[in-house]
């Protein structure tokens, strides 16, 4: 199987997770104990693939303008998530004066945090698929990395569907959406890096800064939120799975 064809493959697969997220919601949702266990060791696995990964590849790709496009990913996803913050906090402000208007308040704020994520999951395709086609043994490790986190993805956008519109119809197909966002993604990288090497490395840079922020901002400040050990202790374990998995493929020669 070319270096292509099993990009676009594990990034279908990793997309179907969140798909899977979305379909547990609608028909029954994981207990908080339970999810949060699953976001913790993948926020660490995560984590350390962005860290030991993913930044050390874009800063040799690109010495002098990586950090820049980093910058410029990670405010992207910065924006998003401020805008979607507004939103839900004028859906709290209108269930309070109008309670008429909730659900039209509501669908709006879910609306923003939707396109958030699927530039999130966009980006999930890109990593995926960039990865994979300039080095099959990081790129798997990168699949794994992402595929963790999106069985939650999955069901945190569902669970906003359903609160916004009580529609369980609705949320699988938004959870469907993050799927596509992702193999679209894929297909883009796969695109340009078929184009030319310097428009692929600027959407993995881009890509890079979008994880730095999920890694950084979203998902280990949720394990902190948690308050609870176990949490951090499986965070660490994650962040010691994907090192000693990058060491070992580093010690035989396959990154």
């Known amino acids: 199987m070319t ?7 594990l990034s279908a697969l990793a997309a179907m997770a969140d798909t899977v997220g979305g379909a547990l919601t609608v028909i029954r949702q994981f207990e908080g104990r339970t999810l949060a266990a699953f976001t913790s060791i993948g926020a660490g696995f995560l984590l350390g693939a962005t860290l030991l990964d993913r930044l050390p590849d ?18 992207l996803v910065l924006t998003l998530e401020v805008i979607r913050q507004n939103h839900s906090r004028s859906h709290e402000n209108a ?42 043994a990081e790129g798997i490790l990168m699949f794994v990395a992402i595929t963790l986190h999106k069985v ?11 609160n916004s519109s ?47 922020f999920i890694s950084t901002s979203d998902l280990v400040p949720f394990v902190r939120s948690q308050e609870q050990p176990r949490n951090m202790l499986l965070l660490l374990f994650g962040c010691g799975v994907f090192y000693l998995s990058l060491t070992l493929l580093q010690s035989i020669g396959l990154s």
């Open 166 to 212: 009580n529609s369980r119809r609705r949320a699988f197909l938004w959870a469907f959406l993050l799927t596509c966002s992702t193999i679209v993604g894929a297909i883009s990288a796969v695109a340009l890096g078929s184009v030319g090497g310097p428009g692929v490395n600027i959407i993995m840079a881009l890509a890079t800064g979008t994880f730095l």
């Open 152 to 162: 939650p993805e999955g069901l945190t956008i569902s669970a906003i569907s359903l």
């Open 58 to 75: 874009t800063l040799h790709t690109m010495p002098k303008l990586g950090v820049t496009y980093m910058l410029l990913g990670y405010l």
């Open 95 to 136: 269930h309070s004066h109008h309670t008429g208007h909730v659900h039209a308040t509501a669908f709006q704020g879910g609306t923003v945090a939707l396109i958030s994520m699927m530039v999130h999951t966009f980006m999930d395709g890109v990593v995926i698929a960039g990865a994979l086609t300039a080095n099959r």
């Open 3 to 9: 270096s292509v064809w099993l990009a676009l493959l």
